[in-house]
């Protein structure tokens, strides 16, 4: 399973990254401008499979992979309609599901792209500002 995690710049989604990982991403206030995303795989414990392993004894156990994709948050232009890079792009559709992360915590040493925090206006910029994927997939089935 690939999960993309989105949201606006400076939101907490590195952060959030972080923890589902254990990974070490930079979470520095600027570094949000990258376009490569952060990529990790996680291996999923599940003690069924383990008790289906001592039953069967088989030769090789293979447990489920989550593959976390950290996308750079939208700013200015991007949410203005100027639309997202081909290769953000690519990373999302990709994914079999999205994690959106809301900032709702105020901080002066990580500055907020709208100059505030407003968990509402932030979600629906957010949403708003992304491509859906039922639009982009009805809309390539509708030539007649």
């Given at each position: 399973m690939k999960i993309a995690i989105i949201g606006l710049p400076n939101s907490g989604k590195t952060t959030v990254f972080n923890a589902l990982t254990r990974a070490t991403a930079e979470t520095a206030a600027y570094s949000s401008g990258q376009l490569?995303?952060?990529?990790?795989?996680?291996?999923?414990?599940?003690?069924?499979?383990?008790?289906?392993?001592?039953?069967f004894?088989?030769?090789?156990?293979?447990?489920a992979d989550v593959q976390?994709?950290?996308v750079a948050g939208i700013s200015g232009g991007g949410r203005q309609g100027g639309g997202l890079p081909p290769?953000?792009?690519?990373?999302?559709?990709?994914?079999?599901?999205?994690?959106?992360?809301?900032?709702a915590f105020a901080d002066e040493s990580v500055p907020h792209p709208d100059g505030s925090v407003n968990l509402e206006r932030d979600i629906a910029a957010s949403i708003l500002s992304w491509p859906?994927?039922?639009?982009?997939?009805?809309s390539a089935g509708s030539a007649v």
């Amino acid at each position: 399973m690939k999960i993309a995690i989105i949201g606006l710049p400076n939101s907490g989604k590195t952060t959030v990254f972080n923890a589902l990982t254990r990974a070490t991403a930079e979470t520095a206030a600027y570094s949000s401008g990258q376009l490569e995303p952060n990529l990790a795989t996680v291996k999923v414990p599940d003690q069924r499979l383990e008790m289906l392993a001592q039953m069967f004894k088989p030769r090789k156990i293979t447990y489920a992979d989550v593959q976390y994709v950290d996308v750079a948050g939208i700013s200015g232009g991007g949410r203005q309609g100027g639309g997202l890079p081909p290769a953000l792009l690519n990373y999302i559709s990709g994914a079999d599901a999205l994690l959106h992360v809301a900032r709702a915590f105020a901080d002066e040493s990580v500055p907020h792209p709208d100059g505030s925090v407003n968990l509402e206006r932030d979600i629906a910029a957010s949403i708003l500002s992304w491509p859906s994927p039922i639009s982009r997939s009805s809309s390539a089935g509708s030539a007649v």
